[in-house]
C-alpha cells in the first residue's frame, strides 16, 4: 500500500486521491448533478431535414451529433467539476449516455440511462401533396464568418414569426422559403436595420390566380453582407 493512499469511507476502496471525501465511483453516484433523461432530435422520414433552431433545415453533420450538442447543453455539473465530453452508447427509447467530466484531476465517468432517441417525423414541407408551398425566399449570403452572420439573421426572422417551409444551407449562407411575402419582407427590413447588408428584390411567376386574373408571383430577396474596405 502506497504511503499516499487513502480509503473511501463509503465503499472502503483505497485510493489516492479522493474527491469530497469520496472515491471517484462514490463521487459520481453521490454528487448532485443535472443531467437529462430524455430529448430528441425530429428528422423527415422523407426529405432527411431535421428541425434545429425552430426551423426545418438539411443537416450539416450527423443527425446524432445534434442529438449530442442538444443533451450537452442541458449538463449541469456540481462545484468545479468540468465537462469533457458526451457519448451515446445507444440511442433510442431505452437508450444510455456516457459523461466524462473532471474534477481536480480526477476522471468522473457516469452512465446514464434515459430517451436519448431521432424521432422520424414528416415535415410540414413534405407533408403537402404539392411540395413546398412557400411565397418568398431571403437568401443570406455572408462575405465573412458564415455561421455567426447567418445565426444573427434567422435571430431577426424569428422575430417577425414568419410561417416557414424550410431552411436550406449555402455555400455562404441560407436560403429560408417562407409561406408570407409580407412577414417575408419585415424579416428583411429587420435585418437592414440591424445588420450591414445590401438587398436586392426580385420576383418570378409560378402560376396564375384565376380568381384575380393575374400571374402568381413568388419574391426573393437577396441580403448580402456588406465588405468593408
Wanted: with cysteine; net charge positive; hydrophobic share 35%.
Amino acid at each position: 500500500m502506497s504511503l499516499k493512499s487513502r480509503f473511501c469511507p463509503k465503499c472502503g476502496k483505497e485510493t489516492e486521491k479522493l474527491v469530497d471525501s469520496l472515491c471517484s465511483l462514490c463521487y459520481s453516484k453521490e454528487s448532485k448533478f443535472n443531467i437529462p433523461k430524455q430529448k430528441n432530435v425530429l428528422q423527415c422520414v422523407k426529405c432527411d431535414m431535421i428541425y434545429n433552431k425552430g426551423f426545418w433545415t438539411r443537416p450539416a453533420k450527423q443527425v446524432e451529433d445534434y442529438l449530442v450538442d442538444r443533451i450537452k447543453k442541458s449538463i449541469r455539473l456540481p462545484g468545479d467539476e468540468q465537462l469533457v465530453d458526451i457519448k451515446l452508447l445507444n440511442e433510442g427509447k431505452s437508450a444510455e449516455l456516457l459523461v466524462r467530466s473532471t474534477i481536480k484531476g480526477e476522471t468522473i465517468e457516469r452512465v446514464i440511462d434515459g430517451k436519448f432517441e431521432i424521432k422520424k417525423y414528416c415535415c410540414p414541407a413534405c407533408s403537402r401533396e404539392q411540395g413546398i408551398d412557400y411565397t418568398a425566399k431571403i437568401q443570406v449570403r455572408a462575405a465573412k464568418d458564415t455561421d455567426k452572420f447567418v445565426d444573427e439573421a434567422l435571430k431577426y426572422i424569428r422575430e417577425a414569426a414568419p410561417k416557414v417551409s424550410k431552411v436550406e444551407p449555402m455555400l455562404k449562407g441560407v436560403d429560408i422559403y417562407l409561406v408570407n411575402q409580407r412577414l417575408a419582407k419585415q424579416a428583411a427590413r429587420r435585418i437592414k436595420k440591424h445588420m450591414e447588408v445590401v438587398a436586392k428584390e426580385s420576383f418570378r411567376n409560378y402560376s396564375w390566380d384565376h380568381e384575380k386574373d393575374r400571374p402568381k408571383r413568388r419574391i426573393t430577396i437577396l441580403l448580402k453582407q456588406k465588405v468593408r474596405k
